[in-house]
């Protein structure tokens, strides 16, 4: 069966059900593309990103003692961890539910186009190859579809969130060096005020 004679035979729920194949099919693709590309651009600067961060705030806490200089800093290493963390997981969802519901979307084609070939018996009154032979057909296609749809999303899904624990993981790196940092500074600070006194 070729795909002009499955287009021909097929009716407005399965056209319907391969188009909305097609759109969560493109979406993916494109979000993946995506989202790999960012988490992965995300991973080599987030440590960098991080240093910026704390350093842009130390002039503010030069007065302050070691107590509010540290918790300063946890606080600003939080709150920008969270946000590297919520921008790595954005796309993730669309994978995630393409890859869920794309092989029942294509389950759903089967039952329609076994459907068609039990109507199509029953219409006819027997059980002859050319009444089961086209719905049968659209059956496998549609299950092949919804597969075909889902394995990329799950690849891509899989591999996104394996660079965003890279990506968490160079941070939180990060973030304890720049804590030992703000604690090293903070006994510098004290020893020269302590001389100055």
Known sequence: MDLASYWQYSD??????????????????????????????????VGDDLSQQIQAKRPELMGSDAAT???????????????????????????GTTAAIA?????????WGIFHALHNIGA????????VAGPVGEA???????IAVA???????????????RVMYHANDRAHDLLAQSAELSAEQS??????D
């Not at 496998?140 to 919804?146: A, K, Y």
């Not at 394995?151 to 624990?165: G, Q, S």
């Open 69 to 95: 200089r540290r918790l300063v800093t946890e606080q600003a290493l939080l709150k920008h961890i969270g946000r590297y963390r919520f921008a790595s997981e954005r796309g993730l969802p669309i994978l």
């Open 12 to 45: 407005v729920v399965t056209k319907s059900l391969f188009f909305l194949l097609l759109i969560l099919s493109i979406i993916s693709w494109v979000t993946g593309i995506v989202r790999i590309i960012q988490s992965r651009k995300l991973a080599v600067t």
């Open 103 to 111: 092989p029942f979307i294509g389950l759903f084609g089967t039952v």
């Open 191 to 196: 020893v020269i005020n302590k001389a100055a």
């Open 151 to 165: 394995i990329p999303a799950v690849v891509f899904y899989n591999l996104a969130v394996r660079i965003n624990r």
């Open 140 to 146: 496998l296609i549609m299950t092949g579809l919804g």
């Open 124 to 131: 006819s009154g027997q059980a002859g190859l050319e009444q």
